[in-house]
């Protein structure tokens, strides 16, 4: 069946420190790949997708993510974070079910940035 | 560009109140959703709509659940009657749904409703 995994539910690390979270799916065929990100209180901004081609694609705010299709993982990552990178992190993956395309969510990663 | 906007931003009603909540969304988008996000269930979508057709409401949760498109600039979605259960925050969204490339999603910042 097709599945979303966000393995980690909440990571805390140092303001300036490095940021992986991670990002599994099961599906047969390769996907379409999304990052979106949560700030409190507001909706979901798209951090960076993958459709196809080069398998680092970069996004906004200085995050990048590497698909991995033998891991058939999705991994966000940033070399140095800033406190206001403090949020909910959601990786999507558009899959077909029943002969429509749909956009499904992983549960989620909190961030919390210690100053 | 305003971005998705949707109304109210924060809706309280007492159990068995009708609720509706409005969506507008980006120009010249073709597809629409509505999602429905709780601590317990997290991001669930609801419904979809392409230039104004339902295509899927299989994650509609009850018949209590309705929503309608009337034009290519407005949506709602209903609940009648509300329950304690419905209280989550709601999320329209929209995409330009360019066939065979891009699926990327625009959100609302999102109605947050408590029913009591």
């Known amino acids: 069946a097709q599945s979303v995994t966000q393995p980690d539910i909440h990571i805390t690390v140092s303001e300036g420190a490095s940021l992986e979270l991670r990002c599994n799916y099961s599906?047969?065929?390769?996907?379409?790949l999304f990052w979106y990100v949560q700030s409190p209180g507001q909706g979901l901004q798209l951090l960076l997708k993958?459709?196809?081609?080069?398998?680092l694609v970069q996004g906004i705010k200085g995050f990048e993510a590497e698909f991995k299709r033998s891991q058939s993982s999705f991994n966000l990552r940033k070399p140095s974070v800033h406190w206001s990178d403090a949020a909910e992190y959601f990786c999507?993956?558009?899959?077909?079910?029943?002969?429509?395309?749909?956009?499904?969510f992983g549960q989620g990663t909190r961030l919390t940035i210690n100053p | 560009d305003a971005g998705v906007i949707q109304s109210p931003r924060h809706e309280v009603t007492e159990m068995g109140q009708e609720v509706t909540l409005r969506c507008k969304p980006i120009?010249?988008?073709?597809?629409l959703f509505w999602y429905r996000q709780t601590m317990m269930r997290g991001l669930e979508l609801l419904i979809y709509?392409?230039?104004?057709?339902?295509?899927?409401d299989s994650g509609m949760p009850e018949d209590r659940f309705s929503a309608k498109m009337p034009n290519a600039s407005f949506s709602t979605l209903k609940i009648q009657p509300s329950e304690p259960r419905d209280s989550a925050v709601y999320f329209c969204?929209?995409?330009?749904?360019?066939?065979?490339?891009?699926?990327?999603?625009?959100f609302g910042p999102g109605t947050r409703l408590t029913v009591t």
């Open positions: 709509f392409n230039n104004n057709v339902p295509i899927d």
């Open positions: 120009s010249g988008h073709n597809s």
């Open positions: 969204a929209s995409s330009p749904r360019l066939a065979g490339s891009s699926y990327e999603q625009y």
């Open positions: 993958y459709f196809s081609g080069d398998t």
């Open positions: 599906y047969g065929a390769t996907p379409y």
């Open positions: 999507a993956v558009v899959f077909l079910i029943q002969g429509a395309q749909k956009l499904v």
